[in-house]
Structure formats: structure tokens, C-alpha cells
């Protein structure tokens, strides 16, 4: 009986001492195009397959720089200058030797995202980016800068391509509609042409839409030129069989208007409203705006 426990307890100590089993380590491959020639970090693009295995991309060398455990023993394929670097060796791998990485090839985390704000990030403009659409200027894409039912003032940074906040109105208003802006259109005031789209939901601001314009409202800022086309959403089922500002109701016209009259009075700024125009003349204007926007491109690429 002694010895079946000795026997026991000997095989139950090997069992102890063999290393667990190990799933195989992911592999890691060069995206097409590299992404790292845009962005100095690019994140990790995960993939679960029905067996639960995962697909790992990695476009540059920062996992392997950071993390050298994870990439021991992987199939990698990455560009010279990395592999040479951080990727063992065939014959390493032969003779099963722990392979050894040279961290001085890489700069500290802090040092690389220093650097990475240096460079240029390729983004999209929405104002220069974005088509106008093939309809123009009947039917066009809208860029929504300020939600029907907002009071704070979103406007378009032109240097940077994002929505910002320029004020909280000092009147107690709000929006009357989705108020934004048309891209690759531009006025005398050196702002792309302006536009209050009717529907039945505010929009976030940032998104685009497909409007379709109904009239124009002409309006005088401060002693400028500041029209603004008015659009009924292409996509509204409630409002996109309107096709001139005429077949709206007297009301909302009246809202429209005493909103833009007053919508700068505390701030001591005066604004005129001049009566509305028809649908012919908002495509006259829109098409004005284009032509403007594409000499300033031409005018552009001379400089």
C-alpha cells in the first residue's frame, strides 16, 4: 500500500512540473497600405472568429517595442528597419534561444507622441472634402452646424475642420430649424453659403444631410450681405414634397423671420430681413456660391 502511494505521489509531482499547454501565439502581418506612414499610432484592429481565435493587426513596430513578450515566438511580418530590430532570427528560433531586442531603436512613448504632434494628420474638411452632390442646386448636402431647439451658436472652424462652440445666444431663443452650411460654396463674406433646413428632427451637429431648397431669405448683418437659403430636408417624408417657400405656412415664415430679427438684439448688434424669395432665386444664389468657391480653389493653387 506504502509503495502505491509513493508511486502515486511520483507521478502526480511530473504531472506538476510539465509546463502548461500553451495556445499559439497570434501572428501579426503588414496592413495594405501601411497605416503607420499616416498616423504614428495606429490602434489594433481585432477580429473573433467562431473558434475564438484572433486575428491581431498591427501596422507599426509600437506593439513590438512595448510588449517584446507578446511578439517572442511570432510570426511577424513588418518593415526592414523593424524586423531587424525586434523580430528574431530564423536561426534562433532553430535553436530555440530567448531572442534579445533592442529597445534603443525605439523612442519613449512620451517622446513619440511629442513628435506625432509635429506632423500633419490627414483628415477630412467638411466644407472642402465633402461633395456638393450631383443634384446642386436643387438637391445638395447640407453640413449641419446647430440643432433645431439649440441655443448655443455652433459654427464651422475653417482652419480645422471641426464644429465649435462661438457663443450661447444672448437672446432667449432658439433655433427655429437645423441650421449649417453647404460645402464647396463660398460668399462675399468669405464663408461658405448659409442654410436653414425644415424637418421634423433635430440633427447632431457635424452630420450631413441631402436638402432641398425651397427659397431664400435675404438678411443684412451689421451692414453685410448674409443670406440664407431655406431648404426642406430630401429625406423627410413630411416635408420633402415642398418645392417652394410659397407653399409654406404664413406662420412658420413669420417664426423664421423674427427669429433672425432678434436673435442678436442683446448683443447690440443690428439685423435687417428682407422678404422672401422664391425657390429660382435660392438656385441662382446657390450656383453664384459655387462658382465663387471654384475660383478661390483656382485662386488657391496659383498662390
Known amino acids: 500500500m506504502l509503495s502505491f502511494f509513493v508511486a502515486l505521489y511520483g507521478k502526480l509531482a511530473l504531472r506538476w512540473r510539465e509546463p502548461p499547454s500553451i495556445p499559439p501565439l497570434p501572428s501579426f502581418y503588414k496592413t495594405?497600405?501601411?497605416?503607420?506612414?499616416?498616423?504614428p499610432f495606429t490602434p489594433l484592429l481585432y477580429s473573433v472568429?467562431?473558434?475564438?481565435?484572433?486575428?491581431?493587426?498591427?501596422s507599426s513596430s509600437i506593439l513590438a517595442a512595448e510588449m517584446p513578450e507578446i511578439v517572442a515566438g511570432a510570426d511577424i511580418v513588418m518593415d526592414d528597419e523593424i524586423a531587424t530590430n525586434v523580430v528574431p532570427s530564423i536561426e534562433s528560433k532553430a535553436q530555440n534561444k530567448v531572442p534579445t531586442y533592442d529597445h534603443s531603436a525605439h523612442p519613449p512613448l512620451n517622446e513619440r507622441i511629442l513628435s506625432s504632434m509635429t506632423r500633419r494628420s490627414i483628415a477630412a474638411h467638411p466644407w472642402h472634402d465633402l461633395e456638393i452632390g450631383p443634384g446642386a442646386p436643387n438637391i445638395f448636402?447640407?453640413?449641419?452646424?446647430?440643432?433645431k431647439g439649440s441655443k448655443v451658436k455652433y459654427e464651422l472652424d475653417k482652419k480645422t475642420g471641426l464644429i465649435k462652440v462661438d457663443r450661447v445666444l444672448y437672446s432667449s431663443v432658439v433655433y427655429p430649424h437645423n441650421y449649417g452650411f453647404i460645402p464647396r460654396t463660398i460668399c462675399e463674406d468669405s464663408d461658405p453659403l448659409d442654410v436653414l433646413v425644415i424637418?421634423?428632427?433635430?440633427?447632431?451637429?457635424?452630420?450631413?444631410?441631402?436638402?432641398k431648397a425651397i427659397g431664400l431669405m435675404p438678411m443684412i448683418d451689421q451692414g453685410e450681405?448674409?443670406?440664407?437659403?431655406?431648404?426642406v430636408c430630401a429625406d423627410d417624408p413630411e416635408y420633402r414634397h415642398y418645392n417652394d417657400i410659397k407653399e409654406l405656412p404664413p406662420h412658420r415664415l413669420a417664426e423664421i423671420?423674427?427669429?433672425?430679427?432678434?436673435?442678436?438684439?442683446?448683443?447690440?448688434?443690428?439685423?435687417?430681413?428682407?422678404?422672401?424669395?422664391?425657390?429660382?432665386?435660392?438656385?441662382?444664389?446657390?450656383?453664384?456660391?459655387?462658382?465663387?468657391?471654384?475660383?478661390?480653389?483656382?485662386?488657391?493653387?496659383?498662390?
Open 32 to 39: 495594405t497600405p501601411p497605416l503607420s506612414s499616416l498616423f
Open 49 to 58: 472568429s467562431h473558434s475564438s481565435n484572433f486575428e491581431i493587426c498591427a
Open 141 to 147: 448636402n447640407c453640413v449641419i452646424e446647430i440643432a
Open 199 to 211: 424637418m421634423q428632427e433635430p440633427v447632431l451637429p457635424g452630420c450631413f444631410l441631402r436638402a
Open 225 to 231: 450681405k448674409d443670406d440664407k437659403i431655406i431648404a
Open 257 to 303: 423671420r423674427r427669429f433672425f430679427e432678434d436673435y442678436k438684439k442683446n448683443e447690440n448688434k443690428e439685423v435687417a430681413v428682407n422678404d422672401f424669395l422664391p425657390a429660382s432665386t435660392a438656385f441662382e444664389a446657390i450656383k453664384h456660391s459655387m462658382t465663387l468657391y471654384a475660383n478661390y480653389i483656382v485662386e488657391s493653387l496659383r498662390r
